[in-house]
């Protein structure tokens, strides 16, 4: 077990580096349960003022469920953007093009913007077939989609393609509760839980998704206790020390049924893990791993 622990370190310097430059609490759109009613999320196109602009979306992900709708809405005053999803070989055609040169019968050539980047589609509803484009948005605009299947769709601004670039993830709208622990890309994270507070009945079990995180129900100064510990020095047999990840952190403990008390799902790094609550309540749980991740189960009669 104490080379498990001591492997397992290199995923902390793995998550420490991909987690460093993480977008926090503040945009991240938290999430219903599944079976709620449609809800509908906004996500901004590009920052700045008139001296800089940063040619993003916030977030770059986001998880919703089939039939949720977003708006994008332009904040910056010096670059105009497009929401497009579409075939790539399509939107880097429209990128290419996106302005046409037309010679005039007299004077010089017009550059005229390509009417098919420029302006919006008759649909709205993104479903993985086909070409849905918000057109041309400037500072204060914005443009809504509907998204009624589940899948993943990548979206781009053909004016910054490919590097403004976003991602809208649609999950099956079903009655079975899950919990997602965070979500990320390469360069960017949000360590929450989505939602982060749910509501259920007794009886009803709970599924959090894999992830490099825990699910621990415990007293508030235990946790803070074991995320400064999360982090141990273990004696080796040569006299050396090395670092592992504290067990208590690392591995499960408990049942399949939390009533109180200490309980922790350990690091959700092989799979998902299921809760089943019998007694009604509010329960609080929280992350090891990541400081100010935490999340409420209220379990009702």
Not at 39 to 52: C, E, K, L, N, Q
Not at 89 to 101: D, H, T, W, Y
Not at 115 to 139: D, E, I
Not at 260 to 284: A, E, I, R
Request: proline residues 10%; contains cysteine; hydrophobic residues 35%.
């Amino acid at each position: 077990m104490k080379h498990i622990l001591v492997a397992s370190l290199a995923a902390v310097a793995v998550c420490t580096v991909l987690l460093a430059p993480s977008l926090g609490h503040a945009s991240s759109p938290h999430r219903a349960p599944s079976s709620s009613p449609v809800h509908h999320y906004v996500i901004t196109a590009g920052w700045g003022d008139d001296d800089y602009a940063a040619n993003v979306y916030t977030p770059s992900t986001l998880h919703i469920y089939a039939g949720d709708s977003v708006t994008w809405r332009v904040r910056e005053r010096l670059e105009p953007h497009t929401v497009s999803f579409g075939p790539m070989a399509l939107l880097g055609q429209l990128a290419k093009n996106s302005v046409n040169v037309v010679p005039q019968p007299n004077g010089p050539p017009q550059f005229e913007l390509n009417p098919q980047a420029a302006f919006p589609t008759r649909s709205n509803q993104v479903s993985g077939a086909g070409f849905v484009n918000s057109g041309l948005l400037r500072k204060g605009q914005s443009w809504t989609a509907v998204f009624p299947r589940p899948g993943v769709y990548h979206y781009y601004c053909l004016l910054h393609f490919p590097g403004m670039t976003g991602t809208v993830v649609v999950l099956p709208r079903t009655n079975t509760p899950t919990v997602e622990t965070g979500y990320g890309t390469d360069r960017s994270a949000v360590d929450a839980y989505f939602p982060e507070n749910l509501t259920i009945k007794v009886g009803t079990t709970v599924t959090w998704s894999p992830g490099f995180h825990t699910v621990t129900f415990a007293p508030m100064a235990e946790v803070h206790s074991l995320r400064r510990h999360f982090i141990v020095p273990v004696r080796q047999s040569n006299g050396t020390t090395a670092l592992a990840l504290n067990p208590r952190v690392a591995l499960p403990s408990g049942g399949k049924t939390y009533t109180g008390g200490f309980w922790n799902s350990g690091l959700l790094v092989q799979g998902p893990v299921s809760l089943t609550f019998p007694k009604p309540g509010v329960y609080h749980y929280h992350c090891l791993v990541h400081p100010g991740m935490d999340g409420t189960i209220t379990v009702k009669p």
